[in-house]
């Protein structure tokens, strides 16, 4: 059984390039998150997704930020224009059920961002 | 809103010393969980506490969940090498699940 798959695992881009972050959860999880993790810090939640909504986009840090679930499976986290303090390890997470008991995430390798 | 702190942010033990990391949230929660992130890799889930005053054991490392439901233990007796890690805990707040600050376990054989 596979486990929670990100791709590409590191991503070195110049500053002001868009980029694009994938994740493929583990088959059947309709939960869906993303965080992302600075150097020796703690996970910052970005967004999730029940199925393919996100009903609450609150945390991504702002407008050049964006991410997209389709099929109720693979999600893409956009990152445009990137700029150097983006850089950072970006973690996706699937789980069973969304906060229902017993139901812990799982995450992926994470993608390690570098912005020049 | 909601924070969720741990203390300390690092410990260094020497191994076969016992190890405490403390979880305290500003609003109760619903339920708790506790994950650990080696270095270099991501967070892995160790147990989730649902119950006020609930203590779950998995073989050296005790969980605690607190009677108010605002905060949680993790204890580790005599450490190993193989517990080097950061150690999380997590508490869902509606629609989002927020990590703790994360303490940073260092043990020297």
């Known amino acids: ?116 | 809103g909601q924070q969720v702190m741990q203390i300390p942010q690092y410990q260094h033990v020497q191994e076969g010393e016992d190890f405490t990391t403390y979880c305290n949230s500003s609003t109760t929660l619903s339920n708790i969980q506790w994950y650990k992130q080696r270095p270099g890799g991501h967070p892995v889930f160790l147990i989730q506490l649902v119950k006020s005053g609930e203590v779950k054991k998995q073989k050296r490392l005790t969980f605690q969940f607190g009677e108010a439901k605002k905060n949680s233990s993790l204890h580790i007796t005599a450490t190993q090498t193989t517990d080097v890690g950061t150690y999380f805990c997590a508490g869902p707040r509606t629609d989002k699940l927020i990590f703790g600050t994360g303490t940073r376990l260092q043990v020297f054989p």
């Not at chain 1, 869906?32 to 609150?58: C, M, T, V």
């Not at chain 1, 229902?100 to 912005?115: A, C, I, K, Q, Y």
């Open chain 1, 1 to 116: 059984g596979a486990g929670v798959s990100q791709s590409p695992s590191n991503k070195v881009t110049e500053k002001g390039k868009d980029v694009e972050l994938r994740c493929d959860p583990i088959s059947g999880h309709t939960a869906l998150y993303w965080y992302r993790q600075s150097l020796g810090q703690g996970l910052e939640f970005l967004i999730y997704f029940q199925g393919n909504s996100a009903p609450d986009k609150s945390g991504l840090p702002s407008d050049r930020f964006s991410a997209e679930r389709t099929g109720g499976s693979v999600s893409t986290l956009t990152i445009q224009r990137t700029q150097q303090e983006d850089s950072a390890v970006y973690l996706c997470a699937s789980s069973l059920v969304f906060h229902g008991p017993l139901s812990p995430l799982h995450f992926g390798n994470g993608t390690r961002l570098t912005v020049t």
